[in-house]
């Protein structure tokens, strides 16, 4: 079993950046995969961006060029840095590990 806890959400204005980070309670170098998925108020979930353990990447393309997913396997977190947000990336962002969710940490892109 792995425990994810979100942190880093906040609130900010249009063209601003927030940097989420997603701890793991155990060691995740044998993690072929780590995701960020998001869901906004009255729409399902959706994923944002993916990670390998070899350090592949891959980004919805409503994010692409804007957002930077990463790994730091030493420390057991994973990270979303946020660049030019959008009121639309407005959504409670979710890191996943396999079949485990974290919490979620809110994000609001208003002025």
């Known amino acids: 079993q792995v425990q994810l806890v979100e942190s880093g959400g906040g609130s900010v204005q249009p063209g601003g950046s927030l940097r989420l980070s997603c701890a793991a309670s155990?060691?995740?170098?044998?993690?072929?995969?780590m995701a960020w998925h998001r869901q906004a108020p009255g729409k399902q979930r959706e994923l944002v961006a993916i990670i390998s353990n070899s350090a592949t990447t891959t980004y919805a393309d409503a994010v692409k060029g804007r957002f930077t997913i990463s790994r730091d396997n030493a420390k057991n977190t994973m990270y979303l840095q946020m660049n030019s947000l959008k009121p639309e990336d407005t959504a409670v962002y979710y890191c996943?590990?396999?079949?485990?969710w974290g919490q979620g940490t809110q994000v609001t892109v208003s002025s």
């Open positions: 155990r060691h995740i170098r044998s993690f072929p995969y």
């Open positions: 996943k590990i396999q079949q485990y």
